[in-house]
């Protein structure tokens, strides 16, 4: 069974590792599937991500790709994963009928958030799947494949990115947030770890957002999830490190992604966070009292570092992401439509259209001689 440091990304063999952090989760045994491993049907090909509430892997099921969530040990992280599950589903664009059946032969545009899959081979309306797995109660759903690179990995190669595409990625990842904002819910856990990037035949960036994180109502208590453990502080707003009343809201959600936008438009985050402890990030964001500078006088003059301090100010900050990405979408205006290839199944029915056409058109044809040499 091997464990997995997030801090110091070191991996163990024998379940036993050292790490100077002490919320260390691969000292709380997280068990780590590998490449070959099986969770009920489904079999394992690549470990992608480990997160703090669970681990995102590439899977096969009858030979088919898809995506794997596993949520860790524990009633809480099993829990975050159900609602997500529940919010994913209700988002679920494809329903059974005559219109689902029309659009699969159309070009489909790429989804913002994963599209839930069933967990078990039958169709069942539970959207999550549950077992016991090495001894231990756990909770995982499975989604559609998602090509691309976590937007962590491409910001190792490219430190750095355009402020155009930036933008772009950031009022993508808010219009896949906006049916929470809209019902005032909010996610709390978006880091540059839960966001896969491709690249498409244009070269402009297309984000989805892998995790939806706790859906959690403006006016609902948090108290059944201990935030400060399964949220990464240098992307959770300062009021939720505080503890105040009523610190989860949307506007929680505006500080994060405006974290991650500076993180792209500075080359580098707002808080370093590796091999330090939750504790110390925690101190750095509190204290903060003046804005984060990306250093850029062609982002001050367009009035682009004014938008993103507003994002991750202490206060007065913008209520929700939509508004946001309105300001945004001001001086960039929205990302540029994508080209989406045909579906094969569409040739296919063209193709079977022509020849019935060429078919009808020859017999057409052969009929109009034999009436006509009748006629004469």
């Given at each position: 069974m091997h464990r997995f440091c997030e801090r110091c990304e070191r991996e163990t063999f024998d379940g036993n590792l050292w790490c100077q952090d002490l919320e260390c989760p691969a000292e709380e045994g997280y068990a780590l599937l590998g490449y070959g491993d099986y969770l009920a049907d489904l079999k394992i090909t690549k470990r992608i991500r480990i997160w703090r509430t669970a681990s995102l892997y590439e899977a096969e099921r009858a030979g088919v790709k898809l995506l794997l969530k596993l949520a860790h040990p524990g009633e809480e992280h099993g829990e975050r994963l159900r609602r997500e599950a529940d919010?994913?589903?209700?988002?679920?664009?494809?329903?059974?009928?005559?219109g689902s059946i029309i659009r699969s032969f159309l070009p489909r545009a790429r989804p913002l958030f994963p599209v839930i899959l069933p967990p078990y081979p039958s169709r069942r309306r539970q959207p999550f799947g549950e077992l016991t797995f090495r001894g231990e109660p756990r909770v995982y759903c499975v989604y559609q494949y998602t090509s691309g690179k976590i937007l962590s990995d491409l910001l190792l190669e490219s430190p750095q990115i355009w402020h155009t595409q930036a933008a772009w990625i950031i009022s993508t990842i808010a219009s896949a947030l906006r049916p929470l904002a809209r019902s005032n819910r909010c996610s709390l856990c978006l880091t540059p770890d839960v966001i896969m990037v491709d690249t498409d035949e244009q070269g402009i960036y297309r984000p989805t957002l892998l995790d939806f994180g706790f859906v959690l109502d403006v006016n609902e208590s948090s108290s059944q999830?201990?935030?400060?453990k399964m949220c990464e502080p240098a992307y959770t707003a300062p009021e939720l490190l505080a503890e105040q009343d009523g610190a989860h809201s949307p506007a929680a959600d505006v500080y994060s992604l405006g974290m991650i936008h500076y993180e792209m438009l500075a080359g580098r985050p707002g808080f370093e966070l590796k091999l330090r402890r939750d504790d110390q990030l925690r101190e750095d964001v509190l204290e903060v009292r003046k804005p984060l500078s990306v250093g850029r006088p062609e982002l001050e003059q367009s009035g682009v570092a004014g938008i993103l301090e507003r994002a991750v100010a202490p206060t007065d900050r913008y209520a929700n992401v939509i508004e946001f990405s309105k300001d945004l979408k001001k001086i960039y205006s929205s990302p540029p439509p994508e080209r989406r290839k045909i579906p094969r199944r569409?040739?296919?029915?063209?193709?079977?259209?022509?020849?019935?056409?060429?078919?009808?058109?020859v017999i057409a044809a052969i009929t109009l001689l034999q009436v006509l040499g009748n006629s004469t």
């Open positions: 919010a994913l589903q209700s988002l679920s664009p494809e329903r059974p009928g005559l999830y201990d935030l400060h569409l040739w296919v029915l063209i193709g079977a259209a022509g020849v019935a056409l060429l078919i009808s058109g």
